[in-house]
Each structure stands twice: as C-alpha cells, then as structure tokens.
C-alpha cells in the first residue's frame, strides 16, 4: 500500500536527531529565497469581535492597530478567515454577507471589512491571505436559517438540484461530487484573486464532511451506471483533487503571483480515508498548490502523534513550500486526547510553558520548512498563555530565520 512510505522516516532524517536537536544538514528541496513566513491565524470569530457596529472608521482603527501590533511582535503575515461557510467578509456576487458579519446573513454591508483589511495589511507591510472553507454551509443542519439568497438554499429547494447540499447531523455541507458545486468554489476564488491584493488564497482542513453514502450517492450511481470503475473512495479523492485543481490553475490564469495553499489536517491516512484528501498528490504532482501547512497540534509526548515525528513524515513527504501549523490554543489547558494513560502527555501543555517556542526553535532548524503559523490571534492576549507568548515571541525574535 502506497500510504505506508509515510511510516518510513529517511535516514537523514534520523542521523544527529536526539531529544529535541534536529540534523540541519538534510538537503533542501525547496531553494526558494523568499521571506521566512511568521504567520497568524485570524478566525472568523476573532473577525466578528472587530466588528462592534456598523462604523467604517472604528473598524479601520481596529485593524490598523491589531495589524501594526502583529507586526511589532515580529509577524510578517495575516491568514484572514473571510468565507467560513457559504457566506462571506467581503462583497460577493456569489455568496451572501456573513451572519458573522454584520448581524445576519445578507445583511447589506456598511463597508467591505475585507477591503479595509487588505489595505491595513498593505500599510503594514504584512502578506494577507484570504482563508476559505470551500465545502462548508452552515454549522448547524437548519437549512431555512439560510439567507433566500444563499445559493445553498436555493439548490436544496430545487427539484434538479438538491444533491448539491448535504445536511448532516450539525451542520451543512456542498456536496463535493457536484460539478456545479466545483464551479462555484472556482468563481469564488477567482473573484477575490480579480478584486483583492492577496498573497494567497488559504483552505483549512475541511473536505468530505463524513464518510455517509448519502453525500454523493447520485453522482457516485451516475458515475458507475455509466462505466466508471473507480472505488467510492478513489472517486471521492479525484473529486476533491480536481476541486483543487481547477481552483490552482484559476489562480495562476488571474495572477500567477498568488499562491496556493491548504492547511490540511496533520494525519496523513486519516486526511486519505476519512476525509478523502490526497495530500500526497498534492504535495508532489505539479498543478495541485504552492504550499501545505499542516496543523500539527501536538506535544512532543503526544502518543500518537509526538510533535517532532510528524514533522519529519511531513518534510520527507512534501516537494511543494512547506509550513506547519502550531497549537498556541492549546497552551495552558489538557490536551486530554494526547495519550490514553500518560498524565505528562495529557498535560504537557499545563506544566511548561516553552511549547510553542520549542517547536519554533526546532522547526527553524530545519532547511526545508520555511516557517509557521500559529492558531490563533486571540490566544496571543489570553493571560492565562502570557509566559508561553513571552516565550514564542523570544523564539520568534531570535530565529535565525528573519
């Protein structure tokens, strides 16, 4: 089985690795010269709380200062969470207004929050990059909470086109195997690469929301009664691939010098199986992405996925620009899920207090990771992480990659 490469740790990557020292002779794939990226995260809840009314001006002081804030602290790049449904932070003419916006979903907007953030960004001298969920609707199943104008709701209220959406337990989804789904995920995309000075374009980690015959069955019997041979899985991993696909090349047709990125989640075979994204595709064949930033949420005793160890599959896997995602929300709390009878593990993150900035030295010596992200903004401010943020910004200032 393919998949078991991942299992493999190169021998380069064992030689000189003991505690946490990593050999920093390996070989870079990436001979890239661009800026070391130091980035943040900003959630569309974080967004919300600037958001206090409908004042232009107090929004734009808001960011301002948040932006020239980060940018003292060392922070050379802003990943701004600007559609996390079917709904967005910007003006659309694809998607309505966030709920989380202005009040409600397709509220008229005051302003252009997204617009104004790109300009601050700009002030700053900051990259800004547009993080979307491509697949998500709604976090919860209450389609008639949907605006009239959501598209979503519209096609669940069509006859022909109800199998575009799929309604789970608590939430709704875009099914992935729509063609026209794939369609809309591309013109929204390409009408904030036309519209917007970004630096990328930034998908998480959401794909197939489950593993439910039902998201797809329409298209998957339309498939297979007409020849197709391919398993569901392998189905499901081309739909999502060709998603990625068509959103790559409509990037690089408007601006070939904004990238491409997708922070996927860190378990590779769960990514594969589960969630049916063929990260491994991505991060070796051409017309996929420019960059994956894997969230690896865990401590260096975390027993399924110690911290250093999923590094090294992640940089023995990856040819494409290579960041990682770090947990500063975890700091300060048990990480109850890090081991089933270790209590250190479970709580790592509550007896030290250099985590993050451990892994910031680690990572830092490793040629071809070239920087981070941390999750996120408002855990920068929380006093209870005040001594794990002292340290992350030390380790940030006294990188050698500046």
Known sequence: ??????????????????????????????????????????????LQDFIEDKSESK????????????????????????????????????????????????????????????????????????????????????????????????????????????????????????????????????????????????????????????????????????????????????????????????IKSVNKNVSFGISPASDIENDYSSLYADVEKWCTADGYIDYICPQIYFGFKNENQPFMQTVKKWVSLSEKTLYVGLPLYKCSKEDKYASSSDKAAVKEFINNQNIISRQINYLGKIEDIKGFYIFSYSNLYDKDKAQEVENLLSAMQNSSQN
């Not at 393919?2 to 064992?14: N, R, S």
């Not at 990226?37 to 900003?42: E, L, M, S, T």
């Open 59 to 250: 929004f734009t002081d808001k960011i301002s200062s948040v932006f020239s804030d980060l940018k003292d602290k060392g922070f050379n790049t802003v990943t701004v969470q600007v559609r996390p449904c079917a709904d967005a932070f910007y003006r659309s003419k694809y998607f309505p207004s966030s709920k989380y916006c202005f009040g409600f979903q397709g509220a008229d907007m005051a302003y252009d929050p997204f617009e104004i953030i790109c300009a601050q960004a700009q002030n700053q001298g900051l990259k800004i990059e547009a993080w979307i969920n491509p697949y998500r609707v709604s976090q919860n199943n209450k389609i008639s909470e949907l605006c009239d104008d959501n598209i979503a709701k519209k096609w669940y209220n069509s006859k022909d086109k109800k199998s575009y959406v799929y309604i789970g337990k608590s939430s709704i989804y875009f099914n992935p195997a729509a063609d026209e789904v794939k369609t809309l995920i591309v013109n929204g995309v390409k009408e904030i690469v036309s519209s917007y000075p970004v630096n990328a374009i930034h998908f998480d980690d959401y794909f197939y929301p489950s593993k439910d015959k039902k998201i797809d069955s329409i298209q998957y019997n339309e498939y297979t009664d007409s020849g197709g041979e391919l398993s569901l899985a392998d189905w499901r991993r081309d739909n999502v691939s060709d998603m990625v696909s068509r959103v790559y090349k409509t």
């Open 1 to 46: 089985m393919k998949k078991l490469i991942f299992l493999l740790i190169p021998i380069l990557l064992l030689s000189g690795c003991t505690g946490n020292n990593f050999n920093t002779q390996t070989k870079s794939k990436s001979q890239s010269n661009e800026q070391y990226v130091k980035a943040v995260w900003i959630t569309y809840y974080e």
